[in-house]
């Protein structure tokens, strides 16, 4: 039987849940709502609150959000969605299908997943209208590749960093393990897709010729908002990622160039993620509030933001034939 502490505990938890499932008040205050009754009803002294906040996990998220809010307001993301769609060179739609989800699937692994689909999906879906196709499949693919290549790092989405946290993995030991899982499980989810969508999705000449066309015309350089910013976000992110494939023996690493260094120096996921912030604060040129803000505002608001950033996504229908019009530079609607 629970003791009187423990189903209060688990009533609290249940509570806290409702609330977040609701989103009648945000999932951030409902969650705070929930840690300070836990610490009101003494569950959890007050003297020893610390030590159930895993400040490793929240500094990685939140180094990780800041970096991706900068590369986000580049114009990183529009780049990669119109150079993935020109990859494609007229291919037939499984094979853009696949693409995509290929593409989701790798910057899924070492950004965040959700503005990775929230940013590549107005592509998309501009790419299925002008293939007169279903988006259906097509966006059913990308979240499903979101999801896999989130699965393979360790910084690949939020329960990968606690559950690494919580066991002590280091980058590599997380990547070993679910990255080859992760492989599988996108193969595999490639091969249904093409034998589910793979002979229904069919496109005439004529229409592959028009898409092609459309396509390379639009300017993947219009989509870079900051020239300065997008090539300090590319290096940052870079940086970021080489770190955290060398953090747990970059001593090994410095100690060659800089001797006094102690090679079994070790760095945290958390103090990776952290340390590219002086970098990206200085490339963006925005207040430490602006980037706090920005990296964690309301759903609504964030979606709204990363809609409203995606130039190009924001459609109109020709009253000739409903497609999305864009300009000479391939973003902006004309």
């Not at 970096?67 to 529009?78: D, Y």
């Not at 010729?209 to 940052?236: G, H, P, R």
């Not at 952290?274 to 490339?283: C, K, R, V």
Request: proline share 5%; no cysteine; aromatic share 8%.
């Amino acid at each position: 039987m629970l003791t009187t502490v423990q189903l209060l505990a688990l009533v609290v938890f249940i509570a806290t849940y409702i609330l977040i499932i609701d989103e009648r008040i945000h999932r951030a205050v409902a969650a705070m709502a929930g840690a300070a009754v836990v610490v009101f009803l003494g569950i959890v002294p007050w003297d020893s609150m610390l030590e159930h906040i895993d400040f490793g996990t929240i500094f990685l998220l939140m180094g990780m959000m800041i970096i991706i809010n900068v590369a986000r307001h580049s114009g990183l993301f529009e780049y990669i969605a119109i150079r993935t769609a020109k990859m494609a060179k007229g291919s037939p739609p499984i094979m853009v299908l696949i693409l995509f989800s290929i593409v989701t699937a790798v910057v899924s692994a070492f950004l965040d997943n959700v503005t990775t689909v929230l940013l590549l999906t107005p592509m998309l879906l501009y790419i299925t209208k002008l293939m007169d196709l279903n988006p259906v499949p097509f966006l059913l693919a990308e979240i499903i590749s979101s999801n896999v290549g989130g699965a393979a790092t360790l910084i690949g989405d939020p329960p990968n960093i606690m559950i690494a946290s919580s066991a002590g993995l280091t980058f590599n030991e997380f990547i070993t393990t679910m990255g080859p899982i992760a492989a599988v499980d996108m193969v595999l989810v490639l091969i249904i897709f093409l034998v589910i969508y793979g002979r229904s999705m069919k496109v005439t000449r004529e229409e592959k010729e028009v898409i092609t066309k459309t396509i390379n015309s639009l300017d993947e350089q219009a989509a870079i908002t900051d020239m300065k910013l997008f090539k300090k976000a590319v290096t940052v992110i870079l940086m970021v990622v080489v770190l955290f494939f060398i953090h747990s023996s970059i001593g090994t690493y410095l100690h060659v160039i800089f001797p006094f260094v102690d090679p079994s120096l070790a760095l945290e996921p958390a103090e990776v993620a952290s340390s590219a912030l002086p970098s990206s604060s200085y490339g963006a040129g925005y207040s430490r509030t602006k980037y706090l803000r920005r990296s964690s505002g309301p759903p609504s608001s964030s979606l709204q933001a990363s809609l409203s950033s995606w130039g190009g996504a924001r459609q109109h229908r020709d009253h000739r034939d409903g497609l999305p019009v864009y300009d000479q530079h391939g973003l902006k609607p004309v």
